[in-house]
């Protein structure tokens, strides 16, 4: 398999992936209740322009709209019998946005969790799982996808079973998970165990991390202790633009672009070598992202006090308690077994 993320983080050091997808084709458009896949067919143009925007912002990673685009996610739109070609059809947009920046632009198929629990909490098996990422990747491979980008996930047997779909189908990957849950992923996942997920398969990520959770601060703190775990990973962060919150019925985001770009910072002295946003990313954030990235000169390993100081409180209360104790806590529990 090609490496093009290897590739260019030997050119720039550190890439810089897109915002969101999801609140940004609201703001151009997309009704609550949509499934943002069918506009690769219904609204194409739409779609070009989101990945556009982004590339004249300053990504060198733009993620394709399919987030949602299982047959198990697809079937709430009825929709399940269109994976080949919704998933193809969002790739091939992405594709012809990328080809024309006049540089380097890699195209990542995006691939969101099933929606379904694996057997034994679920009706699903992790075959059939396997299956169904295979039916979307192949779609995604087929639209000129460059890379896998297994997002927002919390289960580790299905982060695994993505992965070996992958695999499968030919694409190298990536994967992220989304630590929203006292510092965990929903399924238990801590972030210094990121790593270890794929371990046994055929072929390595490319890159693994985390995106979406809670805020930026909280995601600094996983960036944090999966840095530590394990610092010669390439490790990717893609977090939310501040705080959700409801002003009525709509839901805003407290992150201005100041406090993106200062995120930007913190992170790559955090040893990310892959940034970018997640809910809330607006084109202007990622700009400053853009401007703060080229500007930053990599500087002193940043603590989490530190974090909360410059980018605000985090809201995952027992993700502080876990991170704050961490190194003084596994240095007596290295002491303990030695």
């Not at 399919?66 to 009825?78: E, Q, V, Y």
């Not at 790559?268 to 202007?284: E, N, P, Q, W």
Request: aromatic share 4%; charged share 25%.
């Amino acid at each position: 398999m090609t490496n093009p993320i290897d590739a260019l983080l030997a050119e720039k050091g550190v890439l810089l992936a897109d915002g969101a997808t999801g609140t940004n084709l609201f703001a151009m458009g997309l009704e609550a209740g949509e499934a943002p896949e069918l506009l690769n067919e219904t609204a194409p143009d739409t779609i070009t322009s989101l990945h556009q925007n982004f590339v004249d912002a300053g990504a060198d990673i733009i993620l394709t709209n399919s987030f949602g685009g299982t047959r198990h996610r697809l079937k709430l739109h009825h929709a399940q019998e269109r994976v080949h070609a919704l998933n193809k059809r969002a790739a091939e947009i992405a594709r012809a946005v990328a080809d024309k920046a006049g540089r380097k632009v890699i195209v990542a198929g995006s691939v969101g969790p099933t929606g379904e629990l694996l057997v034994p909490l679920g009706a699903m098996t992790y075959d059939e799982a396997v299956d169904a990422f295979a039916e979307q990747i192949e779609g995604l491979k087929a639209g000129g996808a460059e890379v896998a980008w297994i997002e927002t996930m919390s289960a580790p047997d299905e982060i695994r079973a993505a992965a070996e779909a992958a695999i499968r189908v030919g694409l190298p990957y990536t994967y992220t998970g989304s630590f929203d849950t006292a510092g965990r992923t929903m399924m238990g996942l801590l972030p210094k165990d990121i790593h270890g997920v794929a371990d046994g398969l055929s072929q390595a990520p490319l890159g693994v991390g985390a995106n979406c959770g809670v805020g930026a601060s909280d995601i600094l703190a996983s960036l944090l202790d999966m840095t530590e775990a394990k610092p010669e990973a390439t490790v990717i962060v893609k977090g939310n633009c501040g705080i959700p919150e409801f002003r009525g019925t709509e839901i805003h985001y407290s992150g201005t672009p100041e406090l993106m770009a200062d995120y930007v910072r913190l992170a790559v002295d955090a040893g990310a070598k892959i940034v970018g946003g997640c809910c809330g990313t607006s084109f202007a954030h990622l700009a400053a992202m853009r401007k703060a990235l080229d500007a930053h000169t990599r500087s002193d390993r940043p603590t989490v006090e530190k974090i909360v100081e410059r980018i605000g409180p985090m809201r995952n209360k027992q993700a502080t308690v876990n991170t704050a104790e961490t190194s003084e806590a596994r240095r007596e529990r290295r002491r303990s077994r030695a």
